[in-house]
């Protein structure tokens, strides 16, 4: 189970540090994702962790602007996002890749644990 929190009204520019808290399974045994999805868009990958938190990888819409952290010992996931845009508008899902002890993965298909997501809107 998965449970995201963090999100809010912002203004262009602005700072938000969403998180997602994790149960029911070895968490560090996973890789973690967050995916985000505007109004009227399909869901989209932002960023990703390796299981110890060694490795990631981000979409190039947020690169330089987003840092995906985890807390292995909280079961915890972290999206710190800062220079947001009105772009950044969307609903925010933490996930859970669905296969232990592999590498990063970035499709949707790929995880299945979900989050029930978190609004985070950037005002221009």
């Known amino acids: 189970q998965l449970q ?9 520019g602005g700072s938000l540090r969403l998180s997602c808290a994790a ?12 995916f985000r999805q505007a109004p009227g868009k399909e869901r989209e990958f932002v960023a ?7 490795s990631t990888y981000y979409a190039d819409s947020v690169k330089g602007r987003f840092t995906i ?12 996002m800062n220079s947001l845009k009105p772009e950044d508008t969307a609903v925010y899902y933490c996930a859970a890749d ?3 002890f592999r590498g990063l993965r970035f499709a949707l ?11 985070v809107t950037v005002s221009s």
């Open 4 to 12: 995201a929190s963090g999100g809010g009204l912002v203004q262009a």
């Open 23 to 34: 149960s029911g399974r070895t968490f560090s045994n996973y890789g973690m994702g967050w």
């Open 48 to 54: 990703v962790i390796g299981r110890s938190g060694g």
């Open 98 to 100: 669905g296969t232990p």
């Open 69 to 80: 952290s985890r807390d292995n010992a909280k079961n915890t996931v972290y999206l710190q």
């Open 109 to 119: 298909d790929e995880y299945d644990y979900w989050g029930q997501g978190t609004l």
